[in-house]
């Protein structure tokens, strides 16, 4: 659902961000039942985009 809302002419995956979008140096965290501390964690292994985007409930 998210992906098909991006439309983005390049969209990648890596092993720290669920889609990647390098024209906008830009990742995106889908976790929809993440706790703080989940995300805290998964925050920490990002390190380069300028902006993260994290989708949760």
Not at 5 to 22: A, G, H, R
Not at 32 to 45: G, Q, Y
Request: no cysteine.
């Amino acid at each position: 659902m998210v992906f098909l809302e991006l439309n983005e002419k390049e969209i990648y995956y890596k092993d720290t961000l669920n889609f990647y979008l390098p024209q906008k140096e830009m990742g995106i965290l889908v976790m929809p039942f993440a706790d703080e501390n989940t995300i805290l964690e998964k925050l920490n292994k990002v390190n380069d985009v300028k902006k993260i985007e994290i989708i949760t409930i």
